[in-house]
């Protein structure tokens, strides 16, 4: 008998939600009204902001108006640029009630990325912070506005045109909104992904994509209207607005915002005095918790599941999230932006082994399999080959991209996920690898040939290979090896982060330079970066 294929069907009594976001998120207020919705704890315990869904409904509708009176319609792209905050998740359902789409912008972003995505995705309206940390949003967006010219309005959080939206909103008839005609298939989010030919992909994601991933998600956390979400991941990734805004929304659940920003401290302080019930992170958000000063002090005891995701789990983080956390139906899910996100989920009954060794099963109503890269043909259970997955949460292509689109996206509609996996007999899958050469830093996806360009306009050097190194903190660490100019001087790492500063994100600078004369090439002259790799390690002294 012929050993069984690897591909699995997700089997639910439960069916696909027909609604848009809005609608759902209507349902849920009329259900729910009273209770607890969203609680902004970015200026500490005492200052926290909170909406009850009545509350939240009310601003959401006032947006929307506001929105509709400044000249956004249905298909107009609306930028939110901003770290975590209430504003951010009012701009998301707003949006999504009028059917304009929103444009997230990674809050790392500097003038160069931030360009490129307004001009691609042709934003009209820049929903914008004022300013994090160190970035100075409002001087950037100044910077780059006259080389936009599709974006006719700006407007920053906090400012009195802000303010002003809601106020007009506020005084404008709630009937306008029922009589936008939306359909669920329509697109109302465009998140970037990191391009392995230069500057990301927008992602394109419809009411039907990203609604029934956030509903099946919470499904299988078991969320009910008691639940409280601690999300300190970020809002622009699916992480946030989709496992987090909408997963809560669709159940009645509360959305708790812990910092603008990920902070260990101001986490666990949230899920104390929130009595958080599910916490989110990638496994160095939830390492950076547990060696938090005075991890011990703090009562988690209200915590009952979460979601790691993003990087895998090391094996004692997920035993301490589950004994000294008390996080005993923890999760581990697997996805990409392009599926809205999640293909795969560990279930709450799930054994440590489980959800350590694997990324867990198929969702309700998707498919997976594995394929081999070359013939594209099924392989056996137990054999590697690429990850695909086919179903509802499949976007509705890259914006504007048709070519890039058919490059992932195949006729029979699977996508190509890049990954290499091997299923098991169960039909759990393991994740061994990555068929390019996409590195993974604490969560974030970087694609070294978006770097390797952009290092190419440095009057130094003449040729530059990204590569990912192993690292005790971030799972993975960049590393450029380069190639320098005839006379030219000396490169350091330091000289490299200044030059990359303020046009490359934070997290795509390399930590590490290596000066060579030559790369390790093939024979037919395709440079060796798994040879690449396996050198850093050793003079790295990782090996």
Request: charged share 20%; proline share 5%; with cysteine.
């Amino acid at each position: 008998m012929s050993a069984a294929l690897s591909y699995s069907s997700g089997e639910s009594v439960t069916p696909l939600l027909g609604d848009t976001i809005g609608g759902n998120f209507d349902a849920t207020v009329r259900a729910f009204g009273d209770r607890e919705a969203l609680v902004d704890r970015a200026g500490g315990g005492s200052s926290a902001r909170r909406w009850t869904y009545a509350e939240l409904a009310a601003d959401v509708d006032a947006l929307a108006l506001g929105l509709i009176e400044l000249g956004i319609v249905k298909g107009d792209r609306v930028g939110i640029w901003a770290p975590n905050c209430a504003e951010w998740t009012l701009t998301q359902y707003a949006t999504a009630k009028i059917g304009a789409i929103l444009v997230n912008i990674n809050p790392a972003y500097r003038t160069r990325e931030l360009e490129f995505v307004l001009n691609q995705s042709g934003t009209t309206l820049l929903v914008a912070a004022t300013r994090l940390k160190t970035s100075d949003y409002a001087a950037m967006i100044a910077e780059v506005r006259p080389r936009c010219p599709e974006l006719d309005n700006v407007v920053l959080l906090g400012s009195d045109q802000w303010q002003a939206l809601l106020d007009t909103g506020r005084r404008l008839d709630r009937g306008v909104l029922d009589t936008i005609e939306l359909d669920t298939d329509d697109p109302i989010n465009i998140q970037y992904t990191s391009g392995t030919t230069g500057f990301p992909k927008g992602a394109t994601l419809s009411h039907h994509n990203i609604l029934n991933n956030g509903f099946f998600v919470g499904e299988l956390c078991n969320y009910t209207e008691a639940d409280r979400i601690c999300i300190p991941v970020p809002f622009y990734h699916c992480f946030g607005m989709v496992m987090g805004n909408l997963s809560a929304t669709s159940h009645g659940a509360c959305m708790v915002i812990p910092a603008p920003a990920f902070d260990p401290v101001a986490t666990l302080e949230t899920v104390q005095d929130e009595r958080c019930t599910s916490l989110y992170g990638v496994p160095t958000m939830f390492i950076a918790e547990l060696s938090a000063p005075g991890f011990a002090s703090y009562d988690l005891s209200s915590l009952r599941t979460g979601i790691m995701a993003g990087s895998p789990c090391p094996v004692e983080v997920m035993k301490q999230v589950i004994g000294q956390m008390g996080m005993t139906e923890v999760g581990i899910c697997y996805g990409m932006t392009e599926t809205s996100p999640v293909s795969t989920q560990t279930r709450a009954d799930d054994s440590l082994d489980r959800r350590v060794s694997t990324v867990g099963r198929v969702g309700p109503h998707l498919e997976v399999k594995v394929i081999d890269p070359e013939t594209g043909r099924t392989v056996p259970r137990g054999t590697p080959g690429e990850l695909c997955t086919r179903g509802y949460s499949v976007m509705t292509g890259y914006w504007n991209q048709p070519d890039k689109t058919a490059e992932a996206v195949d006729a029979a509609h699977w996508m190509h996920t890049g990954d290499l996996a091997v299923m098991d007999a169960d039909g759990y899958l393991a994740i061994t690898g990555r068929i390019k050469d996409m590195v993974i830093r604490g969560g974030e996806n970087i694609y070294p040939r978006e770097i390797e360009e952009f290092l190419y306009t440095h009057p130094d050097i003449l040729d530059a290979q990204v590569i990912g190194v192993p690292d005790a903190k971030y799972g993975e660490e960049l590393m450029v090896w380069v190639r320098l100019r005839e006379g030219a001087k000396e490169l350091t790492a330091e000289s490299l982060r200044e030059f990359c500063t303020g046009k490359l994100a934070h997290y795509k600078i390399p930590r590490y330079v290596h000066i060579v004369d030559e790369f390790p090439m093939t024979v037919t002259g395709k440079v060796r970066k798994v040879e690449m790799r396996e050198r850093s390690a050793e003079f790295l002294g990782q090996d």
